[in-house]
């Protein structure tokens, strides 16, 4: 079972990043809030033109700038608990829709609660075209453990507790965190599909799943989005990205740096890090825009110069031989 347990520091190598930042960050807010809609399905994973879209749509109406914000990394040391600095991790959100961001990423498991406490703490009443992603299926008895928790039961109270940490009527995206292998599929969408029909679900989406559950829980409830881990390195998923690109879904990689700070330097990342003089993290997060129309990565971290970097990377365009030597590299 994937999860997102042991998330990874948001940096880089020390590659220089300032005259990046000079050139780019004025244009990056610009850029996420660009008018380019995804065409689902009109490009496959294995053709070689680059995805250029900055937008796209989860569900045919909730169109969504395609470099989100993930809020785990904002709550305390291993996901547990507040974070030392309540009134940064308010900052850095609040400085993310500022920067253009227009999805934010969450789960009950993170903290658990925090994360969606301090969410609604910095941002509500939300800004219009915000969107507000959380999860459930996934408990926290205690600090390093995630213990699944598939119960239809469960699953609506969580729905309703997150509505009340979020102060929301109705949340626009809400996924799965992972399947529980002690309950039916079947069973934990019914419970999801019970709660989109009583309007306090609009889109349900996946996380930590393969193709066939995907194609699964479709004849449940219809799915928006899948949220996997993936990565220059990790692409364990990408018959879920081919899944995602044919079937006209989201696909939000967690992790979406991966190792990159340990990547050796004739490494084609590094070396196109270092030729656009940015750092190796935006470089990734540029692979990753370009690598498919349905990517929307999701990137988090509990600093402001990071957030801010991470945005910029938005406006970077790797050379055709770049992409396709980045592209060859896997783990």
């Known amino acids: 079972m994937m999860t997102d347990e042991f998330p990874q520091p948001n940096q880089g190598p020390g590659v220089t990043r300032r005259r990046f930042l000079r050139t780019s960050l004025a244009g990056g807010a610009a850029l996420l809030a660009g008018k380019s809609d995804v065409i689902f ?38 996901i547990w608990g507040w974070p030392p600095d309540r009134e940064n991790a308010v900052k850095i959100l609040r400085r993310a829709i500022e920067l253009g961001v227009n999805l934010i990423d969450t789960a009950d498991a993170y903290g658990p609660e925090t994360s969606e406490l301090l969410i609604a703490q910095a941002l509500h009443p939300y800004p219009g075209g915000l969107v507000i992603a959380t999860k459930g299926g996934l408990t926290r008895p205690g600090p390093g453990q995630w213990v699944p928790n598939g119960r239809p039961e469960h699953l609506k109270q969580a729905v309703e507790a997150s ?8 949340i626009d995206l809400y996924q799965l965190h992972t399947v529980d292998p002690k309950v039916p599929l079947e069973e934990s969408l019914g419970a999801l599909k019970q709660m989109q029909d009583a309007g306090k679900i609009r889109h349900v989406g996946l996380s930590n799943v393969d193709p066939d559950e995907i194609a699964r829980a479709r004849k449940i409830v219809p799915i928006v989005s899948v949220q996997n881990r993936y990565n220059i390195e990790d692409r364990k998923s990408e018959n879920v990205l081919v899944y995602c690109e044919k079937e006209n879904l989201g696909f939000l990689p967690w992790f979406p740096i991966g190792g990159g700070g340990g990547l050796k330097p004739e490494n084609p990342l590094n070396a196109a890090a270092k030729a656009h003089g940015v750092s190796v993290v935006q470089a990734a997060l540029a692979w990753l825009l370009e690598r498919s129309p349905v ?20 406006k970077l365009k790797l050379t055709p031989e770049e992409w396709k030597a980045i592209d060859a590299v896997a783990g």
């Open 163 to 170: 509505l009340k940490r979020l102060r929301l009527e109705r």
């Open 41 to 78: 399905g009109a490009q496959s994973s294995t053709t070689p033109k680059m995805a250029t879209n900055t937008t796209l749509k989860l569900g045919g109406d909730l169109t969504v700038n395609r470099l989100g914000f993930g809020a785990m990394r904002i709550t305390g040391q291993g």
């Open 295 to 314: 990517m929307l990565p999701i990137p988090g971290t509990s600093s402001l110069a990071h957030l801010v970097e991470n945005v910029a990377a938005t």
